[in-house]
T-cell receptor, first 113, second 111 residues
Framework: QKEVEQNSGPLSVPEGAIASLNCTYS??????FFWYRQYSGKSPELIMF????GDKEDGRFTAQLNKASQYVSLLIRDSQPSDSATYLC?????????????FGTGTRLQVTL | EAGVTQSPTHLIKTRGQQATLRCSPI?????VYWYQQALGLGLQFLLW???????NRGNFPPRFSGRQFPNYSSELNVNALELEDSALYLC??????????FGSGTRLTVV
């Protein structure tokens, strides 16, 4: 079982719709969770992080965390073509190396006109 | 505030040669991480340095090595280059567990 799993996509949503990106993780001791956006040929950019169960909103982005289900998601409201990118979920690795993040393979999002 | 800087941007090497990649973290960040991203693949963890010490190492052969200098900048060395080492090498820095900030990467091509 992979430590952090994401559906590779592509996830295709029309402009203006809500995009929902999902991530599951295997280690129940994980403490912090991050979403990165990566445009093709570019480096990942941090867009959201969440530590506590529930929702965290920042502009058009909402991160949702459910530690009991080991599930974290990212919602993008009013999706724009510029949101088309690969979204990487990252989880803080708790095994004595608190600062190390483990990344999923990413979900490619396509926002269509 | 200057971001994470990596050099060179592109590097072309011949199989069997050595490559050296450099990274300067954000001021105040003591941890530096190296990741490999082969074309179309996810981020594979290589090395983590903090306060000059190697803290963790990913599942890569010993010909991948590095170090962190007193000013927290870091170097990644890849010896005996193989064709499959061709990838984007990303450096990131952090302070504590607040997530990483990535540099723009070094594109290594082995021919």
């Amino acid at each position: 079982q992979k430590e952090v799993e994401q559906n590779s996509g592509p996830l295709s949503v029309p402009e203006g719709a809500i995009a929902s990106l999902n991530c599951t993780y295997s280690d129940r001791g994980s403490q912090s969770f991050f979403w990165y956006r990566q445009y093709s040929g570019k480096s990942p950019e941090l867009i959201m992080f969440i530590y506590s169960n529930g929702d965290k909103e920042d502009g058009r982005f909402t991160a949702q965390l459910n530690k009991a289900s080991q599930y974290v998601s990212l919602l993008i409201r009013d999706s724009q073509p510029s949101d088309s990118a690969t979204y990487l979920c990252a989880v803080n690795s708790p095994t004595g190396t608190a600062s190390k993040l483990t990344f999923g393979t990413g979900t490619r999002l396509q926002v269509t006109l | 505030e200057a971001g994470v800087t990596q050099s060179p941007t592109h590097l072309i090497k011949t199989r069997g040669q050595q490559a050296t990649l450099r990274c300067s973290p954000i001021s105040g960040h003591t941890s530096v991480y190296w990741y490999q991203q082969a074309l179309g693949l996810g981020l594979q963890f290589l090395l983590w340095y903090d306060e000059g010490e190697e803290r963790n190492r990913g599942n890569f052969p010993p010909r991948f090595s590095g170090r962190q200098f007193p000013n927290y900048s870091s170097e990644l060395n890849v010896n005996a280059l193989e064709l499959e080492d061709s990838a984007l090498y990303l450096c990131a820095s952090s302070r504590g567990a607040r997530g990483y900030t990535f540099g723009s990467g070094t594109r290594l091509t082995v021919v």
